[in-house]
């Protein structure tokens, strides 16, 4: 099972230059977090592969499968850095809604986002109401709503922004839990989502890839000496400025 993006053009304005030009990228297995400065193209990457926005040029698929078509939605689940409450609804009711707008049946949609919060430890929410959740709980019921409804690909945009260490640490260990049979990729501006957890690290600045590869060889980039506990901040920098790129 490949997600790739295959020579993708995308702009969000048609006298600007585009975000990304003749982009292409394949998602390994496991843990992927994607690194890069405001304005990398790492918003658009995600949009591109949720099918939330279609390139100008080029292709996205799932396997066999073209994004826009009803079984890639079902399969690719795209998590944006704001999940809004909906006060009216509990944490169980509101991820059975989105197994339902993915297509499951009313009971099916019920009975799955049980299991679903289970599987990102919210057992003691299921029936909280999710404008009574912490921002944290409530990114963890968006991760639910991708569970529900099967899907093997989940794309998270910023989704530890705001959160103190300890949530971070919390839905860090829910997401390194998934992934025997998800693969998920994860923006971030901040390397400490990189921790031990990721088994791959994506780099970008300038809609293009600076490095793609596993968390050791992004490691290596570590210049001699760093300090210790600040070894991915410091491979993180030296990819920018041995690019060229300010840092």
């Known amino acids: 099972m490949t997600l790739e ?14 975000v990304l030009r003749d982009f ?3 998602l390994p297995e496991g843990l992927t977090v994607l690194l890069g400065p405001n304005g990398a193209g790492k918003s658009t990457l995600l949009k591109l592969a949720a099918s939330v926005n279609r390139p100008q040029e080029g292709e996205v698929f799932l396997d066999d499968t073209r994004a826009g078509d009803a079984a890639y939605r079902r399969a690719v689940a795209w998590m944006p850095q704001d999940i ?7 944490a169980r009711e509101y991820v059975a809604y989105v197994g339902w ?9 019920w009975k799955h986002a049980r299991k679903a919060l289970v599987r990102v430890d919210l057992t003691d929410k299921i029936d909280a109401r999710t404008s009574q959740l912490s921002g944290g709980q409530l990114r963890r019921v968006g991760v639910a709503g991708a569970l529900v409804h099967g899907a093997r ?5 910023e989704p530890t922004a705001g ?11 829910i997401l390194r839990g998934l992934t ?32 793609h590869g596993d968390t050791r060889a992004f490691l290596a980039h570590t210049p001699p000496g760093t300090v210790e506990g600040r070894a991915a ?14 840092a």
Not at 153 to 157: A, E, I, N, R, T
Not at 163 to 173: G, H, L, S
Request: charged share 25%; aromatic share 8%; hydrophobic share 40%.
């Open 5 to 18: 993006l295959r020579n993708c053009t995308y702009g969000y304005r048609r006298w600007k230059q585009p």
């Open 24 to 26: 292409s990228y394949s």
């Open 84 to 90: 809004v409450p909906m006060p009216t609804l509990t």
């Open 101 to 109: 707008l993915k297509g499951m049946t009313r009971a099916d949609a």
């Open 153 to 157: 690909v989940l794309l998270l945009d």
């Open 163 to 173: 959160m103190d260490p300890y949530q971070r640490r919390v839905f860090r260990d």
């Open 180 to 211: 025997h049979d998800v693969r998920v990729l994860l923006s971030t501006h901040d390397v400490a989502d990189l921790a031990e957890e990721a088994d791959h690290v994506t780099v970008m600045h300038g809609g293009r890839i600076l490095h």
């Open 233 to 246: 901040e410091a491979a993180y920098t030296a990819l920018l400025r041995n690019s060229g790129v300010a």
